[in-house]
């Protein structure tokens, strides 16, 4: 199978974990059999640098050719003084919103070995598997007006029922393929949006009755995401609600550094990139924990190229890799070796090829 991925390295170390990426797909090609076109493009910080723009033409051009998107990160104190428009996060949100991608997908999931990095006891967080799915072209970072003066300033909170019915579609389809429990996110008691969120709810329940539904306020979720994490399958919210709540998520795990993500489309398209930021105060030095770069780009792979047992083999080997004890310095614990992102890559690439090597052995044998 031939696609073609657009990769926008992006700011900090966003190059470092790209490569990271592209080169793990590149050992996917080989051993699945299939050929990756890869591109690159400019976006935030990096875009600004070189073209005034945090989204140029040329890079959505670039993307509107392309199968996927595999994006770094973007940002970094270097351009915290630009005025609004030349913001590198504006590039960002300026893709998410040019191709429509409405769903953001965030797992999270405990991995055994690194629960020494979690703050919560081990108790609370071993059994943690969910996945966010946050509603990305809607609400209050979207909703016009949106402005201030010297004395005051308003932003806009809209949402058409459109909107929150794909979104919420999508929520309950990923619950039929896991352990079928939506957590509908919302503040109800005070908020227009939230009265209308939770009527659409109810209405699409209907069409699945195979998938139990609970509706939460927000302040009470972000409660029970500390308190009982492992509770959660499905979480399905807006925008901004989202956005806090898979950051308070994400540290359950440990470290930022192993969470990826997919932005999508209904037809599969999608942007997949790390959760974390662009860390500059380690960009270049070899530091970068690539996990999340390598997840994503196995997200890619089941999402919209619907290669699941590729994934699948990256996934299980990025776990290999951790429950063998190697780790970046974000992970390490005292005394532990420290293994530099293009060590720690080769590491997963050693056991994807360790992988095919095995299974080649059983496949002659039956």
């Known amino acids: 199978m031939e696609k073609k991925v657009a990769v926008l390295p992006g700011d900090g170390i966003g190059p470092e974990v790209t490569e990271a990426a592209v080169k793990v797909l590149e050992v996917i090609a080989r051993r699945f059999n299939h050929t990756f076109h890869v591109e690159y493009g400019t976006i935030g910080g990096d875009a600004i640098d070189k073209h005034q723009n945090p989204l140029p033409d040329e890079t959505v051009k670039l993307c509107e050719a392309s199968d996927a998107v595999l994006l770094g990160a973007v940002g970094g104190p270097k351009w915290d003084q630009n005025p609004s428009a030349l913001r590198p996060e504006k590039g960002l949100l300026a893709i998410r919103k040019h191709f429509d991608l409405f769903a953001n997908l965030r797992p999270v999931k405990a991995v055994p070995s690194l629960l020494h990095a979690s703050p919560l006891k081990e108790e609370v967080a071993k059994d943690v598997d969910m996945m966010i799915v946050r509603e990305l072209t809607g609400g209050l970072y ?122 999508i489309r209904s037809d599969g398209f999608g942007l997949y990139e790390p959760v974390h930021g662009s860390a500059p105060e380690i960009a270049g030095l070899g530091m970068a924990n690539p996990a999340a770069a390598i997840l994503s780009a196995a997200m ?67």
């Open 142 to 263: 979207f909703g016009e007006p949106s402005r201030r003066t010297a004395d005051a300033a308003v932003d806009s909170l809209v949402y058409t029922r459109e909107e929150i019915e794909r979104i919420v579609v999508k929520s309950f389809e990923i619950a039929r393929l896991r352990r079928g429990k939506v957590a509908s996110v919302d503040k109800a008691n005070v908020l227009e949006s939230s009265k209308l969120w939770r009527e659409v709810v109810e209405e699409k329940k209907k069409a699945y009755p195979d998938v139990e539904v609970e509706h939460m306020l927000v302040d009470s979720t972000a409660m029970k995401l500390i308190t009982n994490p492992a509770a959660f399958d499905v979480v399905v919210t807006e925008n901004m609600f989202g956005d806090i709540l898979s950051d308070e998520a994400s540290v359950i795990t440990g470290s930022l550094g192993v969470l990826p993500s997919a932005s």
């Open 300 to 366: 890619m792979l089941k999402y919209s190229f619907k290669m699941e047992t590729e994934a699948s083999a990256i996934e299980e080997a990025v776990n290999t890799v951790f429950e063998d004890g190697f780790f970046t310095a974000d992970l390490a614990a005292s005394g532990q070796r420290v293994l530099s992102t293009k060590e720690w890559t080769e590491k997963v690439i050693d056991e994807l090829d360790t992988q095919f090597v095995s299974n080649s052995i059983m496949f002659s044998y039956v």
